[in-house]
Structures are given as C-alpha cells and as structure tokens.
C-alpha cells in the first residue's frame, strides 16, 4: 500500500473505529467517543451511549464542515484524538462532562459534553442541546469565520459497531445535503476513497 493510501484511509477507517476512548458511566453502560471523515466536506465527531446489551444511543454529533478536503495535508501531519472526563461521579450516577479532540490537517476540533445538563462546547463555544443531539459547524477551517449554524434532532438509536454515522444521517435529507457529497475534492486518492466507503448514503423517503 502506497504512503499516500495509508495516511487517507486512516482518516476513514482509523477514526471509524476509535471507540478506544470509552469511558464507564454505569455497571452496564459506557460511553464512546470518535471523530472521522464523513464526506468531501464534512468530518464527523460523535459520543454515543452503549449497553452491555449492544443497543446504542447518540448522545452528540457534530458535523465539521469546511472547504473541500481541508482535513487533507498542512503542515500538522498528525491526526490525533483523544478523550476524558472531569468531574466525581457516584455508583448509579451519570458520569461528568467528556471531552473530546481531533486534529485534521492544521485544524484541531474540540468538543466537551455534559449529560446530565445537555450543554455542548463546540471550538469553546456554548450550545444548550435540550432535546436536539446534532450540531452544524460551517467554516470550521477558517477559525476566524467559523458558524454554529443551528441544531438538529435525529431518532438517537445507532446501528453497526463501531456506529454507522453515514446511517443515521440517512434518516435526515437536510443532513446529507449538508454534507455536500457531490463536491469533488482535487487529491484523486482521496475522491476514490469518498466515493467508495463515504457518500454511499442516501436519504430514507
């Protein structure tokens, strides 16, 4: 496998399976957390509930969107995550807020996460979810411009393992047209890529 090969698919499948991160919230219960590119846009950051049982629940997502391929290259060749959560939590209590951060390219997505209150901190700035579990990001690499552009709500329950992301926008036409999945990006590796394992979905009518 070529060089230039490797680095992309660890932007798709690397980031897919990086659940690595899950924290315990509950005897039968814990959370996972992961970011991955989801479209010629759009990288995708989500924590979601998981049960013994193998039932999932989203908690958040947020979709990253930019100019075309902008998690490709920079001078940050890195593409690191990571994952913790702060506060005491008691048996049978939910546990404290979880951060979560990923760096693409020269652009570091931060996100923090309280459940019990339902308030997100996206690149530091505060969002109260109440009953929605997606947040649009637009200009998210140009940091100067960067737009919350509003919330979402989707049906929560996840299927596959590691959650398939690309399902659940399926249950929203808003959401895949946000992704822009029609936008060619130039790096030919990288459009083969998308149109392989990424922009597959389509909405549910």
Do not use: Y
Not at 31 to 53: C, D, F
């Amino acid at each position: 496998m070529s060089p230039v090969l490797a680095h992309v698919l660890a932007l798709f499948v690397v980031f897919s399976a990086g659940t690595s991160g899950a924290q315990r919230a509950a005897p039968d219960t814990w959370m996972s957390n992961a970011s991955r590119v989801i479209s010629p846009a759009v990288v995708a950051t989500w924590i979601a509930e998981q049960q013994r049982s193998g039932a999932q629940r989203l908690e958040v997502l947020v979709l990253w969107r930019g100019r075309p391929a902008w998690f490709v290259g920079g001078t940050n060749s890195s593409r690191t995550w990571s994952a913790g959560r702060s506060g005491a939590r008691e048996s049978g209590e939910r546990q404290g807020p979880i951060d979560h951060e990923a760096s693409f390219g020269d652009v570091t997505l931060k996100l923090r996460f309280d459940p019990a209150t339902r308030m997100a901190w996206v690149q530091g700035r505060e969002v109260s979810l109440e009953r929605a579990n997606v947040v649009l990001v637009d200009d998210v690499d140009s940091p100067q411009h960067l737009n919350i552009v509003g919330t979402r709500q989707l049906d929560p329950e996840l299927e596959g393992a590691p959650p398939r992301i690309e399902l659940l926008l399926r249950r929203s036409p808003e959401l895949i047209a946000f992704l822009r999945c029609e936008t060619a990006v130039q790096n030919p590796v990288v459009q083969k890529v998308i149109e392989a394992i990424v922009c597959s979905a389509e909405p549910r009518r």
